[in-house]
């Protein structure tokens, strides 16, 4: 079976959102309408509007409710104050021509030294089963970064050390835990749906310590992560070297 690519993030993400457990662990999204961003600042304090096809954070923008009469819009490294009614105006101004776009609930992220942190978790399909063969974290620069990416400057770091000096009190075995049992699952949905053979999770944790799923990568970058946990990199080679002989 040939590993699939799959860019787009809503259908990457459909499955997981119409699944009855799973749909726990995934934040509300819809493709992006100007009604649809309206009505979800009702709802929700923090929003995010990301490009259906987008990588490494680029283009994503934040709005955030202030109170009844004012939003802060960030993008990039920038934020704007604005009332209600110039919302939708201020969030199409920072949006591409032509590009398709999803709207999504925003998650309080845990925080590591006051700045907020994601997981990076991969699983491999060398054979039959998924095999969870990489664990780690990903902290923001800024205590008011809109992303983690690392290519916006987060940085990896081994994920027992980020949870266990988490600002928020965590469990950290059931937090591992949950995350290992969550991850399986995803992939598990979403391998039954498209030919994948590897899957990179964004998967976040809130300051509960809830888990959630944040996005899918079907073509994982492992830049720079072989000297932050060269055991879990050579367990990651092997299942890669197992896969590809057995195309």
Same mark, same amino acid.
């Given at each position: ?6 860019r787009?993030?809503? !259908?990457?993400?459909?499955? =997981?959102?119409? %699944?009855r457990?799973?749909?726990?662990? /995934?934040p #509300?999204?819809?493709?992006?309408h %100007?009604?649809t $961003? ?7 304090? /923090?929003?995010y509007?990301k490009?259906d096809?987008?990588? @490494?954070?680029?283009?994503?923008i934040?709005?955030k409710? =202030?109170?009844?009469?004012?939003? $802060?819009i960030?993008?990039?490294?920038m934020?704007? /104050?604005?009332? +209600?009614? +110039?919302?939708?105006?201020e /969030?199409?101004?920072?949006m591409?021509r032509?590009?398709?776009?999803i709207?999504?609930?925003g ?7 006051n700045?907020? &942190? ?18 780690s974290a990903?902290v ?8 983690? +990416?690392v290519?916006k400057?987060a940085r990896?770091?081994?994920?027992k050390? *980020?949870?266990?000096? @988490?600002?928020?009190?965590l469990n950290?075995?059931?937090v591992?835990g949950?995350l290992? %049992?969550?991850?399986?699952? *995803? @992939?598990?949905k979403?391998?039954?749906? &498209?030919? &994948?053979? *590897? ?5 976040g944790?809130?300051k509960?310590g809830k #888990?959630?799923?944040i996005?899918a990568?079907?073509?994982? +970058?492992?830049?720079g992560l072989?000297?932050l946990?060269p055991?879990?990199?050579r367990?990651?080679?092997r @299942? !890669?070297?197992r896969?590809k002989?057995?195309?």
């Amino acid at each position: 079976m040939k590993h699939k690519f799959i860019r787009s993030k809503m !259908k990457k993400g459909k499955p =997981l959102l119409n %699944d009855r457990i799973l749909s726990r662990h /995934v934040p #509300v999204t819809h493709w992006y309408h %100007d009604s649809t $961003l309206t009505r979800m600042l009702r709802t929700y304090p /923090v929003l995010y509007i990301k490009p259906d096809n987008g990588s @490494a954070g680029t283009g994503i923008i934040r709005v955030k409710r =202030l109170n009844r009469s004012k939003c $802060l819009i960030s993008y990039k490294t920038m934020s704007k /104050v604005c009332s +209600n009614r +110039n919302t939708v105006f201020e /969030v199409v101004k920072r949006m591409r021509r032509g590009k398709k776009y999803i709207i999504q609930q925003g998650i309080s992220l845990a925080t590591y030294r006051n700045r907020p &942190f994601d997981l990076w978790i991969v699983l491999q399909k060398p054979s039959k089963r998924w095999l969870l063969t990489w664990m780690s974290a990903k902290v923001a620069p800024r205590s008011n970064s809109i992303v983690t +990416n690392v290519a916006k400057g987060a940085r990896d770091a081994r994920i027992k050390e *980020i949870l266990r000096g @988490a600002d928020q009190p965590l469990n950290v075995p059931r937090v591992l835990g949950k995350l290992s %049992d969550v991850s399986y699952q *995803i @992939a598990r949905k979403l391998g039954s749906r &498209f030919s &994948f053979r *590897i899957l990179g999770l964004d998967m976040g944790i809130d300051k509960k310590g809830k #888990v959630w799923f944040i996005e899918a990568n079907t073509k994982p +970058n492992f830049h720079g992560l072989k000297k932050l946990d060269p055991i879990q990199f050579r367990r990651y080679l092997r @299942a !890669k070297k197992r896969i590809k002989a057995s195309r």
